[in-house]
DNA sequence: TCCCTCAATTAAGTATGACTTTTAGGTCAC
DNA sequence: GTGACCTAAAAGTCATACTTAATTGAGGGA
């Protein structure tokens, strides 16, 4: 899971970018190169391949006679799995959490809907399994076990779902589970409801009928946001 | 028109980029960099900083004692605008059209049911402008103009959604909407039911109806994909 | 024969200094 | 006040020397 961490630049980016995306520095900071050198102690080769990846994210813009601008939040690559990783890991995680369900409970149903046209055989079983593995650490302090066959099932709707876009947002799926069970309940057990709505997703994918998975999903997700207090259609 | 192009680290991501997303490398392919040193009579410096934004992107991994080494498919940040622009520009393009537009899909319509609910009355206004705009430019050859509406008003309806991440979609859908019109017909004028579909969301996001915004943005990407061939729930 | 260790080698990573290019911002003439 | 014209500041580029990590394969022991 921890991303390639070596590398001296990949240090340099690992203290900027959750600085930047917290917005320790407005929009329109500049920050100059050689100040980062010493503020780092390392090179300006260094300093250069950082900040053109901050560039290539829209965090920042480098411009010749005036500096490393911070830019604002709209320009930002928020789809930059690092910049979502540095966001839920900093201030506004609440806030980024929240943005994050409500794109989730845009996609995941329509994901489920494709996923029970085209799921293979195999993706059938592992979505079974998964639900089963569910329902059995639904009880009793196991929401470690639980939430690996959650991330799980989420994961092979999306990948089942045959969209490269869709199937991408695993990672972001499995940040925002991963989120709300270490920052929320981690006291008191799932929801009996949604993991038995994550059965009858399986089943419903089993046995073809889109519509009633993408129905089934769309409650899931509804229940996710009723979670976190965001009003629901 | 071209993008920035400043910067000699610019012109080589502009000449790997797309070849790497074209497939021209296939995954696994090592590439050294003082053999892109030579390839683009280019300093070090210069390429490394290239190597690390396509790094950045999963577009490759750079290993000491391998080289840069390209990556598959499946770990590429398939989000990244850039990384989008290129693949529409490439070989792919037809796949790729199909993917954003099955994403617009399942985007477009929860954003026009938040947008009914939270829109500004500028938002509104500007929404029917666009909305009236394309009426009056739906026929006798006025694409061009029609265009503009058209990814106004998707773009007016995202960011009035109040979700960042669906506001950010908004370069997306004015790619694939762009990428629809030179493509595509460029003769024939517009569906005359989509020009109305797009009136009434309009109509129903100015009378605060999420349900009826909801639904008949649905219609909307429901034809989207229907011109695409998509296989409709 | 097999496996382990270790050193050689290779290619990326880092540091540094000299030089170029762009351009914001001030200056001066008009 | 407006425009043309410097100046200087900061990023951009290059060449080179050096460091670090990891693959490879050769040598030695079981």
């Known amino acids: 899971m921890e991303n390639q961490g070596q590398g001296l630049h990949a240090r340099v980016l690992e203290s900027l970018g959750p600085a930047i995306t917290a917005g320790e520095y407005g929009p329109g900071t500049v920050l100059r190169t050689d100040e980062l050198e010493e503020r780092f102690d390392v090179s300006r080769t260094v300093i250069r391949e950082a900040v053109r990846v901050l560039e290539s994210m829209r965090l920042v813009s480098s411009r010749r006679r005036v500096g490393v601008t911070v830019l604002p939040t709209e320009e930002w690559n928020v789809y930059d799995p690092q910049v979502i990783r540095w966001r839920l890991a900093g201030a506004d995680r609440p806030r ?63 990948r089942a779902s045959g969209n490269e876009m869709f199937a991408r947002l695993g990672e972001v799926v499995a940040e925002v589970l991963t989120g709300r069970t270490e920052h929320q309940v981690m006291f008191t057990d799932p929801d009996p409801a949604a993991v038995t709505l994550h059965v009858r997703v399986a089943e419903a994918v089993r046995e073809r009928d889109a519509a009633r998975a993408e129905a089934l999903t769309r409650e899931i997700t509804a229940g996710a946001m009723a979670e976190l207090d965001i009003l629901a259609p």
Not at 114 to 124: M, N
Not at 127 to 153: I, K, N, P
């Open 96 to 158: 980024q959490l929240r943005s994050l369900t409500v794109l989730r409970s845009a996609v995941e149903p329509v994901a489920a809907g494709l996923a029970a046209r085209l799921a293979t055989p195999e993706q059938c079983a592992e979505l079974t399994e998964h639900a089963l593995g569910m329902v059995a650490t639904s009880r009793g302090q196991q929401l470690a076990g639980y939430l690996v066959h959650d991330v799980a099932f989420h994961r092979v709707i999306l």
